[in-house]
């Protein structure tokens, strides 16, 4: 079965410090992951994507890798911002239906 | 480009009673998606069109929700009769083609069963 597995399930950090969200999958075969952005009420934004051969991504002050050996990936913030407060959700596609599974998320509180 | 517009933003109803929620895709995207998400849990997948065709429908509980997409467009989702546990926020989301890696989501809208 396809699951997504996404920790810690909240994090709470101070204005300026750095912080490692972490997914992993069993997805197989895989095709690629995304990072959503899902600020309290509204839809989840895409934050990065990518596909088996990539290892690394940046937007901005976020960075995602990809272990597609370990079916691990990581989304990094840098110098975070009260505005990073949200939840940040882990999705895996698979390569055979297109089928896309979803992690619960992780909930950043970023307190000043 | 204009987003994903979904309608109304907030709903409050009694168990048993009917509910429909309104989305309207991006322009000139084939694909789109229906999902409920839980308070503290990831989306879930209810249904999937292409174009006014269903694609995936196996997770959408046909006794008491269903889903159109007339002429490929614009699409409802409607509930009857509404549980306690249909609480939660009803997303919206479109793509060109298939595949939810592509995927716009709309604001949602949040269904309150009391």
């Known amino acids: ?112 | 480009e204009a987003g994903v517009a979904q309608s109304p933003r907030y709903k409050i109803i009694e168990k048993r009673q009917s509910v429909a929620f309104w989305c309207n895709p991006i322009s000139g995207h084939a694909t789109l998606y229906w999902y409920q998400q839980i308070l503290g849990q990831g989306p879930k997948l209810l249904i999937q069109f292409q174009n006014n065709g269903v694609v995936d429908d196996s997770q959408l509980p046909k006794d008491r929700f269903s889903a159109e997409r007339l002429k490929g467009v614009d699409s409802t989702l409607k509930i009857q009769p509404a549980k306690l546990e249909d609480s939660a926020v009803y997303l919206c989301a479109s793509s060109p083609r298939g595949g939810v890696s592509e995927a716009f989501f709309g604001q949602g809208t949040r269904l309150t069963v009391v």
Not at chain 1, 51 to 78: C, P, V, W
Request: net charge positive.
């Open chain 1, 1 to 112: 079965k396809n699951q997504v597995e996404q920790s810690p399930q909240s994090l709470i950090i101070l204005e300026g410090k750095n912080c490692t969200l972490q997914c992993n999958y069993t997805v197989s075969p895989f095709s690629n992951l995304r990072w959503y952005k899902q600020d309290t009420g509204r839809g989840p934004v895409s934050l990065t994507i990518m596909t088996f051969s990539e290892n690394t991504k940046s937007n901005g002050r976020y960075t995602a890798t990809l272990d597609a050996d370990t079916k691990q990936s990581s989304l990094h913030i840098t110098a975070s911002q009260l505005s990073d407060s949200a939840s940040y959700i882990c999705v895996v596609s698979a390569a055979n239906a297109g089928k896309s599974t979803f992690g619960d998320g992780t909930t950043l509180t970023v307190k000043p």
